[in-house]
Protein backbone atom coordinates (compact mmCIF):
# COMPACT_ATOMS: atom_id res chain seq x y z
CA UNK A 1 0.00 0.00 0.00
CA UNK A 2 1.03 3.60 -0.49
CA UNK A 3 1.51 6.13 1.81
CA UNK A 4 -2.01 7.02 3.26
CA UNK A 5 -1.37 10.18 4.69
CA UNK A 6 -1.81 12.29 1.43
CA UNK A 7 -4.72 9.83 0.17
CA UNK A 8 -7.97 10.56 0.65
CA UNK A 9 -10.68 7.53 1.52
CA UNK A 10 -13.91 7.62 0.36
CA UNK A 11 -15.96 6.45 2.95
CA UNK A 12 -19.85 6.79 1.63
CA UNK A 13 -21.96 8.37 -0.30
CA UNK A 14 -23.05 12.01 1.75
CA UNK A 15 -26.89 10.55 1.93
CA UNK A 16 -25.93 7.02 3.71
CA UNK A 17 -24.89 8.90 7.26
CA UNK A 18 -28.06 10.71 8.52
CA UNK A 19 -28.12 12.75 11.57
CA UNK A 20 -28.36 10.48 14.58
CA UNK A 21 -28.72 7.10 12.69
CA UNK A 22 -26.31 4.16 11.90
CA UNK A 23 -22.60 4.60 11.49
CA UNK A 24 -20.46 2.87 8.56
CA UNK A 25 -17.36 1.50 9.51
CA UNK A 26 -14.18 1.28 7.61
CA UNK A 27 -11.60 -1.56 8.60
CA UNK A 28 -8.12 0.16 9.95
CA UNK A 29 -4.90 -0.46 11.15
CA UNK A 30 -3.20 1.73 14.06
CA UNK A 31 -0.65 1.70 17.01
CA UNK A 32 -2.67 -0.78 18.85
CA UNK A 33 -3.27 -3.11 15.95
CA UNK A 34 -6.52 -3.81 13.79
CA UNK A 35 -9.97 -2.45 14.42
CA UNK A 36 -12.05 -0.25 12.59
CA UNK A 37 -12.74 3.28 12.11
CA UNK A 38 -16.13 4.67 12.09
CA UNK A 39 -18.51 7.48 10.69
CA UNK A 40 -21.83 9.23 11.66
CA UNK A 41 -24.05 12.45 11.41
CA UNK A 42 -24.55 14.40 13.98
CA UNK A 43 -26.27 18.08 13.72
CA UNK A 44 -25.55 18.47 10.00
CA UNK A 45 -21.88 17.71 10.34
CA UNK A 46 -19.98 14.16 9.19
CA UNK A 47 -17.71 13.06 12.44
CA UNK A 48 -15.03 9.94 12.46
CA UNK A 49 -13.83 8.46 15.09
CA UNK A 50 -11.32 4.75 16.13
CA UNK A 51 -13.83 2.34 17.10
CA UNK A 52 -12.43 1.63 20.32
CA UNK A 53 -14.29 2.73 23.99
CA UNK A 54 -12.10 4.85 26.08
CA UNK A 55 -12.87 2.54 29.15
CA UNK A 56 -12.01 -0.96 28.25
CA UNK A 57 -10.99 -0.65 24.38
CA UNK A 58 -13.29 -2.85 22.74
CA UNK A 59 -15.30 -1.46 19.69
CA UNK A 60 -18.80 0.58 20.54
CA UNK A 61 -21.29 -0.46 17.97
CA UNK A 62 -23.41 -2.99 17.84
CA UNK A 63 -24.14 -3.67 14.16
CA UNK A 64 -23.32 0.00 13.03
CA UNK A 65 -25.31 1.80 15.89
CA UNK A 66 -23.59 4.01 17.78
CA UNK A 67 -25.98 6.35 18.58
CA UNK A 68 -28.72 6.25 22.05
CA UNK A 69 -32.17 6.23 21.03
CA UNK A 70 -32.29 10.00 21.40
CA UNK A 71 -29.65 10.01 18.75
CA UNK A 72 -27.92 13.01 20.48
CA UNK A 73 -25.14 10.72 22.35
CA UNK A 74 -22.43 8.14 21.16
CA UNK A 75 -22.23 5.44 23.72
CA UNK A 76 -20.38 1.78 24.30
CA UNK A 77 -22.94 -0.91 23.58
CA UNK A 78 -20.83 -3.38 26.33
CA UNK A 79 -20.45 -0.27 28.86
CA UNK A 80 -22.70 2.40 28.57
CA UNK A 81 -20.35 5.01 28.55
CA UNK A 82 -21.62 8.03 26.47
CA UNK A 83 -19.25 10.69 24.76
CA UNK A 84 -20.17 13.92 22.95
CA UNK A 85 -19.82 13.30 19.10
CA UNK A 86 -19.12 16.56 18.01
CA UNK A 87 -16.10 16.36 20.28
CA UNK A 88 -15.45 12.54 21.05
CA UNK A 89 -15.01 13.35 24.83
CA UNK A 90 -16.30 11.10 27.29
CA UNK A 91 -19.69 12.79 28.89
CA UNK A 92 -20.75 9.91 31.32
CA UNK A 93 -20.10 6.93 32.32
CA UNK A 94 -16.88 4.61 33.09
CA UNK A 95 -14.74 6.16 30.17
CA UNK A 96 -14.53 9.60 32.55
CA UNK A 97 -12.49 11.74 31.13
CA UNK A 98 -11.55 9.51 28.49
CA UNK A 99 -11.73 10.89 24.51
CA UNK A 100 -12.24 8.88 21.61
CA UNK A 101 -9.30 8.97 18.81
CA UNK A 102 -10.58 11.76 16.27
CA UNK A 103 -10.43 10.87 12.54
CA UNK A 104 -9.68 14.13 9.89
CA UNK A 105 -13.07 14.00 7.63
CA UNK A 106 -14.60 16.21 4.76
CA UNK A 107 -17.54 15.98 2.87
CA UNK A 108 -17.51 17.88 -0.73
CA UNK A 109 -18.67 17.07 -4.13
CA UNK A 110 -17.72 13.62 -6.21
CA UNK A 111 -19.23 14.26 -9.50
CA UNK A 112 -22.82 14.66 -9.38
CA UNK A 113 -23.25 13.57 -6.39
CA UNK A 114 -21.62 14.14 -2.42
CA UNK A 115 -19.52 12.28 -0.48
CA UNK A 116 -17.69 11.39 2.62
CA UNK A 117 -14.43 10.80 2.86
CA UNK A 118 -11.38 10.20 5.64
CA UNK A 119 -7.64 11.80 5.24
CA UNK A 120 -5.98 8.85 6.92
CA UNK A 121 -2.88 10.53 9.21
CA UNK A 122 -1.28 10.22 12.49
CA UNK A 123 -0.54 6.83 12.66
CA UNK A 124 -4.14 5.18 11.97
CA UNK A 125 -4.41 3.67 8.37
CA UNK A 126 -6.60 1.83 5.98
CA UNK A 127 -6.65 -1.68 5.98
CA UNK A 128 -6.99 -3.97 3.17
Partial sequence: M?????????VCAAGDL????????????????DTTAFFIRFQDRVYGYVN???HVGVEL???SSFFT????????????AT?????GVCVGGPCRNGKLKPLHV???????DRAVFWLPA???????
Fill in 122 to 128: EGVTPRE
Fill in 52 to 54: RCA
Fill in 83 to 87: YAPDT
Fill in 106 to 112: QEHDEGS
Fill in 18 to 33: INGGLGVKLPIRDRLG
Fill in 2 to 10: TDTSTETVR
Fill in 69 to 80: RAGDLIMCARHG
Fill in 61 to 63: DWE
